[in-house]
């Protein structure tokens, strides 16, 4: 909303206050200022010449100055030829010292050219030499200053203004032509100098979304009187008798059908109006304000409404008697719903096809207008029109909102409307309206208004005692102090007298000193925002702290109980995850939750998802089920930038139900793949990372989160083909056993007390082509972090053995069917306590040891807890070890 | 025979001179004080000589060995330091060579912010509450004070869930993480329904909106809310809270000042800027020369909220405030682009 400063000073001295003071107010009272342009009034720091002057705005800051002494008010006396070209011409100008030859080649005075003295002297913006100015003729806003040159050898050193170039607007078509009024040698910037302020309204001040309201925070906020527009004033000029002008009751009437939908609708006349341009200082406080001026009626309804807040329409009144078919007809408005189907062409010309929901301005042929949004473009204000009804309505905000998104006709009306406006504005926005247009247009307004009022709102009512100030805000204030800082907004209260009270509220007699006076409250008649009971009693409170000022309140700590503290076991669990995975070399990242199926696709297929019904893109059109997907698609931006990616992400994936909320299981995903050391100066030809690389980082994850009794089981292409008919798996084993886009030959899950937390391996070629990954395998691993979660970790240390080990290596050669897994299990089963380590140190596949066979080499740990282990025992610990493998998988010992 | 003596120690000792390594140290011994040198000979004739030469003899080459032992050992000495200082003067690294690289991980720059945000507020006493990410139209607006059709709803374009004709309660993806203060306060109440312990929560989260996905806005963020509901939580008290807040957050002397505003929920509402510390408040092109930034949202719990989640308005208060942690470490590194917080690309991730 922009609010030009001179319009609020209709309404409000602000003398002494300078522009940033008010739009710092305004800001921390909650009319936050987003831009001050200044139109003329010195600017904060500006110096001509140094436009951009590091010193502090406190708001962003745009527009000119206009320099006092170089840029004033001054007529035109006559327009002549200029000698040597035929599109200039040379002005006789008074600049109220002296006259001066002024050339120009303004077209919007082009045909007074030698016409000889003007009988009336045309008021124009005269910038002297060296005035600094916009540049008319460039492209966007370059400032410039005034020389003194010779244009087709004519003198110029001086020249009367566009709009563009004192940065009114971007109009430089032709000069500004000044009310007759303006006094002449007046600087201008005294004369319309300006500053627009840009404010955000929130949506529980839509009151405020016009200067009245503007004006009326800030006399609040001052402490300085407002001074409303008198609205009921008679127009000055009124040059014909008033002998055919009838009460308008006579002439129209108004019915409305759903008073929900239309609280209040408000009819005014005015006949015999001349149609012209408004006054052009009517003209620039509309341009300044954002809005485009058309006509003085048009300007009138516009200007009413950037000024009190209410829309307002103009109807063609004779239109509207032509369709009653007989001038002597009474004129009937209707407000309805409208029919489906039925059809309206507003005035921008487009034909609507408007449903149930909107509601119109009819009469007794048809629609009118869509209420409240557009008018149609039958009964608009033209030229010729003669005589005018000006409509002030009140509209349900939440039908316009609705009417206004669906045919997408967002207007100064609707955002209005669609915020909510006071139906006592209907009349008073009227009244002003037609006082405007008599101004302006030297009409007759008619006497009387039609005024249907079926639904008038409930002034809201809110009882507070200063207790409730003290407990909510934290601040002691007395009754008298509270109410004179509601009443500076308009609010009407009464302190009632404890007495009073205390008969009403009980009949028991309390002690008096554990009263407190009530307040009674009751809102203003231009306000929708305030509720009731509790609600009303934070509304009134939020007014008596912006009021009183948010910095004036102090700032203390909550003396409140400490609260029980249940804390957050799986946030906590997840961020010891992501710490271990950081201290593995994992990066974290984290990605879109939406994303799109056929992304998806490449690595999983899944049937149902999460849908959005409004997506911002295709791509994003579905929330993911794959948090693997996320990280390949991570993987995949980044291939060519490392030579080496490890990626880890936790987060949600979205399994759909029947439309109810769907389900959010946690997951880890891990994905890696390049070199097994980063390339160096000296460190050339790494190997790739490969299965075993992903497992040691699992099995140190796993041991980081104190995890025993892990089982490493092969998934294998028969369990990878089982998973992709209908097996009967549990639920979530199956999204981790169908791990389809494994390779089956490098794919394992892990179980935890014959529990499957997760699978991993080497991504399947297949899927790997699907990506854009490089040449390396693409190690990956999903995990469900649900399950993980629930496995209670071991937290046993073992005490650091006192006596001395026995070391020992032994290597056995078995068939290649016998897993390593199978080896180490009966060796640590046989050895009992006594073997307190086993690693595999070499495997070793050849000639040595035959087809068919492997070599498994292990570094053994002898120890007792209470004594010195003797060889000979050991000794006799690894034979039986020995004999046991030969036994059970027909292991030979290796010599 | 004295004279052989002395013969052999000088040639012995002239010729140790010439000496400067470990291999001629080595022969040096052998052929000096080896079993067949000239010494040893005379050590192995002294059986041949008369009782009365014998002790003279003897006494006078044990001298003479003492005497080369004596000189080996100092030569030993002076040819290993010589050796250590020729290696040392050698074994010269060009220490402008880089470092070997090691393959560590790191942190998404969002987790490190949020905890940073989160580890202030635990030792404020505000407890992490963690809540579900695609919510209901009553969770996320209706109990929040968002009534259908409000216009406060436009402030926060909504992406909804296609899950059939829900009339006025579709399922959307959260806008903000607010939904987590009705769970938290019905979850709090329940413990004890007539008289609901006090709250202080931090709730982080990611959250969504309808919106394009460019250098200044995104369809995905995180937000931490925090909310602190008991009895007799004032205006003073939020103003308080958040000030200590901020002071932790960007320094012990960071100014900060409270704006009027408004957010369905929370009545009175208010925005906290802080002064901005790219300039000191001098004003810059962060703060776009108003020398603030606006740093978090905030106000005292609406009473319908309060209602909604089982707290009665007449007897608790409280306050909440949310924050960007992404919109953060924009202001405090200025970052131009919100876009690399989810593009997850290394070279933007390795800078944190
Ligand atoms: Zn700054």
């Known amino acids: 909303m922009k609010i030009p400063l001179s319009w609020l000073k209709d309404f409000i001295d602000l003398d002494g206050l300078s522009v940033e003071d008010i739009a710092r107010k305004l800001t921390l009272a909650g009319l936050e200022v987003d831009e001050i342009q200044y139109v003329g009034l010195p600017m904060p720091g500006y110096a001509a010449q140094d436009m951009h002057s590091s010193e502090r705005h406190e708001f962003k800051t745009s527009g000119i100055a206009w320099d006092r002494d170089k840029i004033v008010v001054a007529e035109i006396l006559e327009v002549k030829p200029h000698p040597n070209a035929d599109r200039l011409t040379l002005l006789d100008l008074y600049d109220g010292q002296q006259t001066q030859v002024v050339l120009t080649g303004a077209p919007n005075i082009f045909h007074l050219k030698s016409t000889g003295k003007l009988s009336k002297p045309i008021k124009v913006a005269y910038a002297k030499e060296g005035a600094t100015l916009y540049d008319g003729h460039a492209d966007g806003l370059v400032l410039t200053t005034l020389k003194r040159a010779k244009i087709r050898g004519v003198d110029s050193y001086s020249m009367v203004c566009s709009e563009k170039e004192l940065g009114i607007t971007e109009e430089h078509e032709g000069i500004i032509l000044l009310d007759d009024d303006a006094p002449v040698g007046m600087p201008l910037a005294d004369y319309m100098g300006d500053a627009v302020l840009d404010i955000s309204i929130l949506p529980n001040m839509a009151r405020n979304a016009n200067v009245i309201g503007v004006a009326r925070e800030l006399a ?73 001026p058309i006509n003085n009626i048009v300007d009138a309804t516009n200007y009413a409404m950037l000024e009190l807040g209410e829309p307002l329409h103009a109807f063609d009144y004779d239109v509207l008697v032509g369709r009653t078919g007989s001038p002597t007809h009474k004129i009937k408005i209707i407000t309805r719903s409208a029919r489906d189907g039925e059809k309206l062409t507003t005035l921008d010309g487009v034909e609507r096809t408007l449903s149930s929901m909107n509601v119109l301005v009819c009469d007794e042929k048809g629609p009118l207008s869509i209420a409240g949004i557009m008018g149609g473009a039958e009964s ?22 609705r009417t206004a998104k669906q045919h997408n006709l967002p207007s100064e009306a609707s955002f209005r409307f669609s915020r909510g406006v006071h139906p006592a504005m209907a009349e008073i926005g009227v009244k002003r309206g037609l006082q405007l247009m008599a101004e302006w247009s030297g009409g007759m307004v008619a006497p009387g208004l039609v005024d249907e009022y079926p639904l008038k709102p409930k002034d809201a009512t809110v009882t507070l005692t200063t207790k409730d100030v003290k407990r909510l805000l934290g601040i002691d204030l007395s009754a008298e102090e509270i109410v004179e800082l509601l009443e500076r907004l308009e609010f009407k209260c009464k302190i009632r007298s404890p007495q009073n009270a205390k008969r009403k509220s009980s009949k028991r007699a309390q002690p008096i000193t554990n009263y407190e006076s009530p307040i009674m409250v009751i809102a203003p008649p231009h306000r929708l925002d305030i509720g009731e009971g509790v609600v009303g009693l934070a509304d009134v409170l939020e007014e008596i702290a912006r009021v009183y000022g948010y910095d004036r309140i102090p700032s203390t700590t909550m003396a409140d109980a400490l609260p029980p503290q249940i804390g957050n076991p799986v946030h906590e669990w997840e961020e010891h995850l992501r710490d271990v995975l950081v201290a593995l070399g994992f990066d974290e990242i984290v990605s879109y939750r939406l994303t799109s199926a056929e992304n998806e696709s490449r690595i999983t297929q899944y049937d149902e998802y999460v849908r959005i019904a409004n997506p911002i893109a295709p791509e994003r059109s579905v929330m993911r089920r794959s948090l693997l997907a996320s990280v390949l698609d991570s993987l995949e931006h980044n291939i060519r930038l490392s030579e080496t990616l490890a990626f880890f992400e936790i987060g949600s994936v979205f399994e759909p139900t029947n439309n109810e909320l769907p389900n959010e299981p946690r997951k880890l995903a891990v994905a890696m793949t390049g070199k097994r050391e980063p390339n160096a100066w000296d460190v050339k030809d790494s190997p790739a990372l490969d299965f075993f690389d992903m497992k040691g980082r699992i099995e140190l994850l796993l041991s980081g989160l104190r995890l025993t009794d892990v089982v490493y089981t092969a998934i294998g292409a028969s369990t990878l083909r089982q998973a992709q008919g209908d097996a009967p798996l549990p639920r979530r084993a199956l999204g981790l056993r169908s791990a389809t886009y494994l390779h089956p030959g490098k794919a394992a899950e892990i179980k935890i007390n014959d529990e499957v937390v997760a699978a991993f391996g080497e991504l399947h070629p297949l899927v790997k082509e699907k990506y854009d990954l490089g040449d390396s395998p693409v190690l990956v691993a999903e995990f469900d972090l649900d399950v993980l979660r629930g496995i209670a970790p071991t937290y046993a ?14 290597a056995v050669i078995v068939d290649e069917s016998v897993a390593a897994s199978r080896l180490e299990a009966l060796i640590r089963q046989t050895g009992g306590k006594s073997v307190t380590n086993v690693r595999l140190f070499d495997v070793y596949r050849g000639d040595q040891v035959g087809a068919g066979k492997k070599s498994l080499a292990y570094s053994l740990t002898y120890q007792a807890p209470d004594k010195t282990m003797t060889d000979a025992e050991a000794a006799a610990i690894r034979n039986k070890i020995v004999k046991r493998l030969e036994q059970e998988v027909g292991a030979k010992l290796r010599s | 025979m004295l004279d052989k003596l002395s013969e052999i120690e000088k040639s012995a000792l002239d010729a140790l001179q010439a000496v400067d390594d470990e291999s001629s140290l080595d022969a040096w011994r052998v052929a000096h004080l080896g079993r067949s040198s000239p010494l040893m000979m005379v050590f192995s004739e002294l059986g041949k000589l008369s009782k009365e030469e014998r002790p003279t003899i003897g006494q006078a080459a044990n001298r003479v060995k003492a005497v080369l032992e004596a000189a080996f050992a100092e030569k030993t000495e002076a040819v290993k330091r010589s050796a250590l200082e020729r290696s040392l003067s050698e074994e010269k690294l060009d220490v402008t060579l880089p470092g070997r690289p090691i393959q560590r991980g790191r942190l998404h720059p969002s987790t490190q912010q949020l905890r940073r945000v989160l580890a202030i507020l635990a030792e404020m006493g505000f407890q992490v509450y963690t809540s579900r990410e695609v919510e209901t139209d009553e969770m996320n607006f209706q109990l929040l004070n968002f009534p259908p059709h409000h216009p406060a709803r436009d402030m926060q374009d909504t992406l909804y869930v296609d899950a059939g004709e829900r009339g006025d309660n579709p399922i959307l993806l959260r806008t903000h993480t607010s939904p987590g203060q009705i769970h938290a306060m019905r979850e709090f109440a329940a413990m004890n329904p007539k008289d609901p312990p006090p709250i202080r929560i931090a709730l982080p989260g990611m959250c969504f909106r309808a919106e394009q996905i460019t250098a200044r806005s995104e369809v995905q963020f995180n937000q931490v809310e925090g909310l602190a509901v008991g009895k007799g939580i004032t205006f003073s008290d939020l103003k308080g809270t958040l000030i200590e807040f901020a002071h932790r957050m960007f320094g012990q002397n960071a100014r900060t000042r409270f704006r009027a505003s408004y957010f369905p929920f929370t009545e009175p509402s208010a925005e906290m800027d802080v002064e901005c510390f790219v300039c000191g408040g001098k004003g810059c092109a962060v703060c776009k020369n108003s020398g603030w930034l606006e740093i978090l949202g905030s106000g005292m719990v609406h009473p319908v909220v309060l209602q909604n989640g089982g707290y009665d308005p007449k007897i608790y208060s409280g306050f909440a405030w949310g924050m960007g942690p992404e919109r953060q470490l924009m202001l405090r590194y200025k970052i131009e682009d919100i876009r690399y917080f989810l593009g997850n690309d290394i070279r933007f991730l390795e800078q944190f």
């Not at chain 1, 010729?384 to 349900?396: D, P, R, V, Y």
């Open chain 1, 220 to 292: 609040a906020l001052t402490g300085r009187k407002l001074k409303p527009p008198t609205v009921d004033r008679r127009p000055k000029t009124v040059h014909r008798p008033p002998s055919t002008v009838g009460n308008i009751n006579e002439l129209v009437s108004i019915q409305i059908t759903n008073p929900e939908l239309n609280p209040r609708f408000v009819i005014g006349l005015i006949r015999d109006v001349e149609i012209k341009p408004s006054p052009y200082q009517v003209q620039r406080r509309l341009k300044l304000a954002g809005m485009r």
């Open chain 1, 380 to 401: 608009e204000v033209t030229d010729k029109t003669k005589n005018i009804l000006l409509e002030g309505a009140a509209w349900n905000f939440i039908n316009i909102r």
């Open chain 1, 797 to 810: 240390i073992k005490p650091v053995p006192e006596f001395p080990p026995i070391l020992e290596d032994i």
